[in-house]
């Protein structure tokens, strides 16, 4: 580990705008969740059977750099979003953005494929963070409708996918 110091809540950040902010903040999930899912690809985990323990906090990471760079994009155009959805985020970022267009693979990821979207109980409840919800509950995954297995594989194809479409957006608008 690196030994250094993280100033917290830095001049840099107070004087830049909201936009820019949220795309950094975004880029470092991306970072952590690229770090997380890349070890366990070199593991070779494709062919093993993990637990939800192992996949779902980088998927968590995931989530939130692609909720981060769509309500960055949202703020940069004036639009202050208090949602987590990200089919409805991705909707009003095409809307504002006409140019922004994600290709097929990408766009099912965050539309409507199995592993984020069709279970809510992942994405806006405490699934994706915690095995219990904020009553003390246990979260079953396979009963949400999930099934029993992620394919990491798949996850990993269609993350890289995205997150480079994305990233290209936004050199596109002068942010690199």
Known sequence: MANREYEIWDKKGREEKLWIQLRRFALSYKKAFETLINKEVEEGSLGYNYGEEDILPPLHLFHHYIELSL?????????????????????????????????????????????INKNRLLLDLEGFRYPTTNKGERIWITESGLGSYINLG?????????????????QKIGFR
């Open 71 to 115: 309500k960055s994009l949202l703020e940069k155009a004036g639009m202050v979003i208090k949602c987590h959805d990200l089919p409805t985020l991705l909707v009003k970022v095409e809307k504002e953005y006409p140019d922004f267009k994600l290709s097929k693979l990408p766009r099912k990821l965050i539309t409507d494929n199995d592993i």
């Open 154 to 170: 798949g996850v990993h194809i269609s993350s890289k996918r995205l997150m480079l479409e994305v990233d290209e957006y936004f």
